[in-house]
């Protein structure tokens, strides 16, 4: 998804839908060129999937999740870019 202009502020959005099952989809922004990742951890903070890394151009972007290897639970997603880190929280269920 693009926007016409670009971000003014790092972000990290809520996923949506949330609940989910078994896929969700999750936005955030880059006020500058970065080199980010965008990461989702169970609650005993292993990784479990990798959605973004790598340099990103400033600008709005959007990725799926898709938890269908995953059981019900309580998961978090972050952003890291740089020194800043941002996380959610989102449900799966099934």
């Not at 896929?23 to 880059?30: C, E, F, G, L």
């Not at 005993?44 to 959007?62: D, I, Q, S």
Request: net charge positive.
């Amino acid at each position: 998804e693009e926007r016409s202009t670009a971000p003014k502020v790092f972000a990290l959005e809520q996923n949506y839908p949330n609940p989910f099952n078994p896929t969700t989809t999750i936005a955030y922004a880059v006020p500058k060129a970065s080199d980010i990742r965008l990461a989702v951890y169970d609650m005993m903070g292993r990784e479990v999937a990798v959605l973004a890394e790598g340099r990103k151009a400033a600008g709005f972007y959007t990725v799926e999740f898709d938890g269908k290897n995953l059981a019900s639970g309580i998961y978090f997603y972050r952003l890291k870019a740089g020194s800043a880190v941002l996380k959610q929280k989102m449900v799966m269920l099934k």
